[in-house]
C-alpha cells in the first residue's frame, strides 16, 4: 500500500494517475482541483488494476476529474466532509467506532455499482448536510448493503430507492425505505464488571440467537438481565433501562474506590425490576428519572437520587447505611413522600436528605433526619426531627415547623435575602421550630419577617462571611431576640469577616445576650 499521510492535492493542471496498482492507497483528505478554471483543472484517477482501491480518512473535495476506474473508495475516518458532485464506482463506509460523513448540501453523490453504509448498533454511522435542512443528493446503484446509520436531509430520489435496515431516520429523506433499528438485548454469561464485554452476550433477533456481545448496555438497548448467581459491578457511569436483577443476582453500583452513577432512564414500562439485591457503595449513586420496582433487598450505602418523574414499587426493603444520601431532583411540581413509600422506610432511612430543583417535596410521613439540605421546598415540614442540621440554600424554604432535637444547627446560606419562615418561630419554650445554633452565611437574614409577637430565641447565634442579621425588615420587630449563649460576629480583620448585626429600630426590639459576645 501507498499511504499520504495528509492531503492528497490534484490541483493547478496536474493528474494523480495510480496507473496500474495493485496495492491500495491510503490518504488523508483528497482535494481535486477546479475543472472550471483552466489554469488549476485537475484529474485523479484510479487504477485500472484489482485492489487498486483509495482509503481516504480526512475529507473529500472535488471540483475537477474524478476518474474511479471500477475502483473502490473507501471513507474511514471518524468525522468526514464531503464536497463537490462525485460519481464512484464502489462507495463504501464502516466500521464499529463512531463515524460520521457530512455531505455539501446541494451537492451530487452517484454511485454506479455498489454502496456500502454502515455501522453498529452502538455507534451508528451518521449521515448528514453540511446545512442542517438543506439536503444534499445520493444517487444509489441497485447492488447495496446499508444498515446501522442515522441519516438526515437525503434525497435520493435521482438513482434507486435506499434500503436501510435498522437505521434512524432524522427527518427530510426522499426514497429512503427506513427500519427502524431491532433493540438489542443483552444478558449476563458469568459475573463481571459492567463495561467488560466479557460479562454479556447480546442478541440481534429478539433473543432467538445470542452471541458473544460487542459492546456493552445501555439505555439505547433493549432489555438487561443480570441472570442467577451473577454479581455486575459498575465502576464507572451508564444510562440503563428495561433492566432486572433475577432471583440470586446482585447489581453493586461503586467498588469503594471509582465514583460511579448508574441513571436509570424513564423508558416504557417498568426500568428496573430486582428480584435479587441491589447494593450502592459510599462512593456510587443510584439516580433514576424511571420506574423501579424493588422485589429484594436494596442497601444504599451511597446515594438514591430521585428525578422527575421517578416511581417506586415492590414488596423489597431499602437500608440506608449512615453516610448515605436520598436525593430529591423534582422540577416542577411536589414530590409527595408518604408513609408506605418503601425508598424511605421509618426504619433504617436516610439520615441525610438533600432537597433540589423548583418542585421540592412534601413530607406526609413522620421522619427523623441528621442532615436536610433545602435547595426547594419542603412542605409539612412538621412532620420533621432533626437531629443535627437543617441547611437552607438558594431556592429553599421551610413550610411548617420542624421538631429540633438537642445541640441542632439552623444554617442559612441561601444568597440575598431571606425571610425567615417556619424553620425557626417566635416563642421561648419547646423544640418545635427553636433550633439550638443559627449560623447565617453570605444572607441577609430578615428575621423580623412576620411581625413576631413572641421573642425569637435561640442559644448560640453566629454571623459568618457576608452575613447580615436583620432586625429591622419592612416592620421592625417589637419584641427581642434572645441569643442564650453566645453572639459571634467575625472580625473586620479577619479574611473570611463580614457579619452584620442590625437592631430594630422600634421599641422593644431589643437583643438580649446570655453568653459571650465577639
Do not use: C
Not at 482509503?55 to 474511514?76: L, M
Not at 428575621?447 to 462571611?465: D, E
Request: without cysteine; proline residues 4%.
Amino acid at each position: 500500500a501507498l499511504y499520504v499521510p495528509g492531503t492528497l492535492y490534484s490541483i493547478l493542471g496536474s493528474v494523480v494517475d495510480m496507473n496500474a496498482m495493485t496495492a491500495p492507497l491510503n490518504a488523508g483528505a483528497v482535494t481535486i482541483g477546479a475543472a472550471s478554471d483552466p489554469f488549476m483543472a485537475s484529474t485523479l484517477k484510479l487504477s485500472t488494476a484489482a485492489g487498486g482501491n483509495l482509503n481516504v480518512s480526512g475529507d473529500w473535495q472535488n471540483e475537477g476529474t474524478f476518474v474511479h476506474n471500477n475502483r473502490t473508495v473507501i471513507f474511514n475516518g471518524s468525522f468526514q466532509n464531503i464536497s463537490g458532485n462525485t460519481t464512484f464506482y464502489d462507495l463504501a463506509a464502516t466500521g464499529t467506532d463512531s463515524h460520521q460523513l457530512n455531505f455539501q448540501n446541494g451537492s451530487t453523490t452517484t454511485v454506479t455499482n455498489s454502496l456500502t453504509l454502515t455501522g453498529v448498533s452502538a455507534n451508528k454511522l451518521i449521515l448528514r448536510s453540511t446545512n442542517t435542512g438543506s439536503q444534499w443528493n445520493l444517487h444509489a446503484p441497485a447492488s447495496q448493503n446499508v444498515a446501522y446509520v442515522d441519516v438526515q436531509d437525503s434525497n435520493a430520489s435521482g438513482g434507486t430507492t435506499v434500503t436501510a435496515a435498522n437505521t434512524i431516520d432524522s427527518g427530510n429523506n426522499v426514497n429512503w425505505n427506513i427500519t427502524a433499528p431491532t433493540p438489542v438485548k443483552f444478558r449476563t454469561v458469568g459475573s463481571g464488571n459492567w463495561t467488560s464485554t466479557t460479562t454479556w452476550e447480546q442478541s440481534g433477533d429478539n433473543g432467538s440467537t445470542w452471541a458473544a456481545a460487542s459492546y456493552t448496555p445501555t439505555s439505547a438497548d433493549g432489555t438487561i438481565e443480570i441472570r442467577s448467581g451473577h454479581t455486575v459491578t459498575l465502576t464507572g457511569s451508564v444510562t440503563a433501562d428495561e433492566l432486572t436483577v433475577d432471583s440470586g443476582a446482585v447489581l453493586a453500583v461503586g467498588d469503594g474506590v471509582n465514583y460511579t452513577v448508574m441513571t436509570i432512564a424513564d423508558g416504557t414500562g417498568t426500568d428496573v425490576t430486582n428480584n435479587g439485591s441491589i447494593t450502592v457503595a459510599q462512593n456510587g449513586a443510584l439516580s433514576t428519572s424511571g420506574s423501579i420496582t424493588n422485589n429484594g433487598p436494596a442497601q444504599i450505602d451511597g446515594a438514591l437520587s430521585i428525578n422527575q418523574g421517578a416511581a417506586f414499587g415492590g414488596g423489597g426493603s431499602y437500608t440506608y447505611g449512615p453516610n448515605a444520601y436520598l436525593n430529591f431532583y423534582n422540577t416542577s411540581g411536589s414530590y409527595p413522600v408518604g408513609i408506605s413509600d418503601i425508598y424511605w422506610p421509618g426504619t433504617n432511612g436516610p439520615l441525610n436528605v438533600q432537597v433540589y430543583g423548583a418542585g421540592g417535596i412534601t413530607m406526609n410521613a413522620v421522619r427523623s433526619l441528621n442532615y436536610l439540605y433545602a435547595g426547594a421546598p419542603v412542605v409539612h415540614a412538621d412532620n420533621l426531627t432533626i437531629t443535627g442540621m437543617l441547611q437552607i440554600g438558594t431556592g429553599g424554604i421551610i413550610i411548617g415547623s420542624p421538631n429540633y432535637a438537642s445541640n441542632t444547627y439552623l444554617y442559612y446560606g441561601t444568597g440575598g435575602l431571606y425571610d425567615r419562615g417556619d424553620e425557626w418561630r417566635p416563642g421561648t419554650s419547646g423544640t418545635i421550630g427553636h433550633p439550638y445554633f443559627v449560623q447565617v452565611s453570605q444572607t441577609t437574614l430578615n428575621i423580623a419577617n412576620g411581625s413576631p409577637v413572641l421573642p425569637l430565641q435561640t442559644s448560640y447565634l453566629y454571623l459568618g462571611l457576608d452575613a447580615t442579621l436583620d432586625m429591622v425588615g419592612s416592620t421592625p420587630m417589637t419584641v427581642p431576640l434572645n441569643v442564650l449563649g453566645y453572639v459571634q460576629l467575625q472580625s473586620p480583620f479577619d479574611i473570611f469577616a463580614g457579619g452584620t448585626l442590625k437592631l430594630s429600630t422600634a421599641s422593644g426590639g431589643d437583643l438580649n445576650v446570655g453568653g459571650n459576645w465577639q
